[in-house]
């Protein structure tokens, strides 16, 4: 159980394009997902934090306009970077918990972003 | 502030029994968790101690003192396919969940 689905897996694109990641929590409901970010031979550096129906709060340092996150169901979180660059090549992960406290979270396979 | 401790890099002999230590200064305390990352994927949970103790699982073990700010990770009859990083995180009393930096165990034959 407590699978999530992280999609795509592998992203390359041009500067300047807009890029989508997807996340769900296939056979459980999320109320809280995350969003991480992780460069080579780094930390997990968390985002955000989104919340079912409530708005994204966001780690100091991520840009809010240029990151943006909807988790509009239990189930489903979109992370959407508007104008990437190739500064934010990354790793890109999400991870999704039930509840808060004991529950750990559980990630989805990560997304390999790559900006020419 | 908010801190965790955990050694940046460890080598273990496949067979053997290595353990990764790891301390926390949080605000409040609310569990620990252990997780196994493999370069490239995403971190795998492991573990969750909230009580003093040991938690035995198969060849992994985690163990907590709530009163020291400690934890470890036992990992026994080490397997190549146990290196890996070992990423510490422990939630606070918001339950935000504070990532250490991560272990990297490296097995030898």
């Known amino acids: 159980g407590a699978v999530v689905s992280q999609h795509p897996s592998w992203v390359i694109c041009k500067s300047g394009t807009s890029v989508k990641i997807e996340c769900r929590s296939l056979?459980?409901?999320?109320?809280?997902m995350f969003w991480y970010r992780q460069f080579p031979k780094q930390s997990l550096m968390l985002m955000a934090t989104s919340n079912e129906g409530s708005k994204a709060t966001y780690e100091q340092g991520v840009e809010k306009d240029k990151f943006l996150i909807n988790h509009a169901s239990l189930t489903l979180s979109t992370l959407t970077m508007t104008s990437a660059h190739p500064e934010d090549s990354s790793f890109y992960i999400c991870?999704?918990?039930?509840?808060?406290?004991?529950?750990?979270?559980?990630f989805g396979d990560g997304t390999r972003l790559s900006i020419l | 502030g908010q801190n965790i401790d955990q050694p940046t890099e460890m080598t273990a002999t496949e067979g053997a029994i290595v353990q990764i230590n790891c301390t926390y200064q949080?605000?409040?305390?609310?569990?620990l968790f252990w997780y196994q990352q493999h370069a490239g994927e995403a971190p795998t949970f492991l573990s969750y101690?909230?009580l003093d103790g040991l938690e035995e699982k198969g060849r992994f073990s985690s163990f907590l003192s709530r009163s020291k700010g400690y934890s470890y990770l036992l990992l026994k009859e080490l397997q190549m396919k146990d290196s890996a990083s070992y990423l510490c995180?422990?939630?606070?009393?918001?339950?935000?969940?504070?990532w250490g930096a991560g272990t990297k165990l490296i097995i030898k034959p």
């Open positions: 991870s999704a918990r039930v509840t808060r406290g004991s529950e750990p979270q559980h």
């Open positions: 949080t605000s409040g305390f609310n569990g």
């Open positions: 056979d459980f409901q999320a109320t809280t």
């Open positions: 101690n909230v």
């Open positions: 995180a422990v939630t606070d009393s918001n339950y935000q969940l504070i």
